[in-house]
């Protein structure tokens, strides 16, 4: 019995012996990945449609390998139509730089307007909304979008649109004006028995 308890304690102590890993002189220490970091931003009262809105543009973000947070995660209190709101925005986005962040997406419901005839030239009373998303770079300290995109939804579409729906759109845009990277995806097919 002995024996065996020195065998393992040997076995043991050979086992958790130190390892040298020795690094390539190629590689450089100092060196770092730098990747543009992201922050979503959705202007609106409604703290449930906030919330949604900015998780899915992150995760479809997310999925075109652009990383993103979501200001719910730095502003919880819901966002009003008042100054105290506007100011903490201003020190919000002001903040960005020093977080680490180079854009920033902000997405708003831009004006509605009530129109007899629709896009496909029906005639009716139709609601148009107008979703407004911009794209600012913080590095250049300039007010102007780098990008901008107005996406109108009449009042009849809106029972056949989800949130997916919108956010699959800007994001596609976006992709296909290049602003963020294009992923070429297949639907994969899948066969059952």
């Given at each position: 019995m002995v024996r065996i308890i020195f065998l393992l304690s040997c076995?043991?102590?050979?086992?958790?012996?130190?390892?040298?890993?020795?690094?390539?002189?190629r590689v450089s220490l100092s060196s770092r990945i730098d990747q543009d970091k992201w922050m979503v931003l959705c202007l609106s009262n409604v703290s449930s449609f906030r919330k949604e809105f900015e998780?899915?543009?992150?995760?479809?973000?997310?999925?075109?390998?652009?990383?993103?947070?979501?200001?719910i995660e730095y502003?919880?209190?819901?966002?009003?139509?008042?100054?105290?709101?506007?100011?903490?925005?201003?020190?919000?986005?002001?903040?960005?730089?020093?977080?680490?962040?180079?854009?920033?997406?902000?997405?708003?419901?831009?004006?509605?307007?009530?129109?007899?005839?629709?896009?496909?030239?029906?005639?009716?009373?139709f609601t148009l909304y107008h979703y407004i998303t911009n794209v600012y770079s913080l590095e250049d300290n300039d007010s102007q979008p780098i990008w901008s995109m107005c996406l109108c939804v009449?009042?009849?579409?809106?029972?056949?649109?989800?949130?997916?729906?919108?956010?699959?759109?800007?994001?596609?845009?976006?992709?296909?004006?290049?602003?963020?990277?294009q992923i070429d995806s297949e639907l994969l097919e899948l066969y059952h028995l």
């Open positions: 076995f043991l102590i050979v086992s958790c012996s130190a390892t040298k890993n020795v690094i390539d002189n998780l899915e543009t992150k995760q479809q973000l997310i999925f075109h390998d652009v990383h993103a947070a979501t200001s502003l919880p209190k819901e966002l009003k139509k008042d100054i105290e709101t506007k100011n903490r925005l201003e020190d919000f986005v002001s903040q960005l730089p020093e977080k680490g962040f180079s854009m920033l997406i902000i997405s708003t419901m831009g004006s509605v307007e009530r129109t007899k005839l629709d896009a496909e030239g029906y005639f009716g009373d009449y009042d009849y579409q809106l029972n056949q649109l989800t949130l997916s729906d919108m956010v699959h759109a800007i994001v596609a845009e976006m992709a296909k004006d290049e602003i963020i990277p």
